[in-house]
């Protein structure tokens, strides 16, 4: 079992949907990143949370660290959200990270 | 101002000869990372910089791996006698300070490496 989960891994919406990616994992944390990778390979950090909810735009990140789950909502999806979400934690003195979930929106 | 760089952005070179990959982090940047992603495979830790100095090594995959980063800014990581499974894309990034966390990094664009 990968220390980190996430489900699903493919997701395809029509355009204006609400988006949920979910991320399970067996470690302790101190902190969960999500990130996005963009069709032409590059990454961008999205969030880093250790609590709570936080919001960005249409984006919004979720965890819940007694049952070691998080999620990232798209509200209003976009083609330009097709990207892969990636989400991470820390373990020791690295990284450990999600196979990822390849999100297409179509219009 | 500049965010992350690397060179090559691709390389391809033959199984058995050595490489190496430069990261030119952000100005300032103390922390520094290196990532693995192969074809199709999800990212993949290396390793980590506080300054000069890598805590840990464990994260690299074999002994022909090696990283290096001298006067807190460049840093390199050499392949020594590549194989096949070292095609990847290796990335990096970087952070004004590490934290536990993590946090706070800016990705570079990739050295995409094919070993033929």
């Known amino acids: 079992k990968n220390e980190v989960e996430q489900s699903p891994q493919n997701l395809t919406a029509q355009e204006g949907e609400f988006i949920t990616i979910n991320c399970s994992y067996s470690v302790g944390i101190s902190a969960l990143h999500w990130l996005q990778q963009h069709p032409g390979g590059g990454i961008v950090s999205l969030f880093m949370l250790s609590s709570g909810k936080k919001k960005h735009g249409r984006l919004i990140a979720t965890i819940n660290i007694q049952e070691k789950h998080s999620s990232l909502h798209i509200t209003a999806s976009h083609p330009r959200d097709s990207a892969v979400y990636i989400c991470?934690?820390?373990?020791?003195?690295?990284?450990?990270f999600g196979t990822g979930t390849r999100l297409q929106v179509f219009p | 101002g500049a965010g992350v760089s690397q060179s090559p952005s691709n390389k391809v070179t033959e199984k058995g000869k050595d490489v190496e990959l430069r990261c030119d982090p952000i100005?300032?940047?103390?922390?520094l990372y290196w990532y693995r992603q192969s074809l199709g495979q999800g990212l993949e830790f290396l390793i980590y910089?506080?300054?000069?100095?890598?805590?840990?090594k464990s994260g690299l995959p074999s002994d022909r791996f090696s990283a290096e980063r001298t006067g807190g800014s460049v840093s390199t990581l050499t392949i020594q006698r590549t194989q096949q499974e070292d095609s990847a894309v290796y990335l990096c990034?970087?952070?004004?300070?590490?934290?536990?966390?993590?946090?706070?990094?800016?990705f570079g664009p990739g050295t995409r490496l094919t070993v033929t």
């Open positions: 991470a934690v820390p373990n020791t003195d690295k990284l450990i």
């Open positions: 910089f506080q300054g000069n100095s890598a805590p840990d």
């Open positions: 100005s300032g940047h103390t922390a």
């Open positions: 990034a970087s952070s004004l300070a590490w934290t536990e966390g993590f946090g706070g990094q800016y």
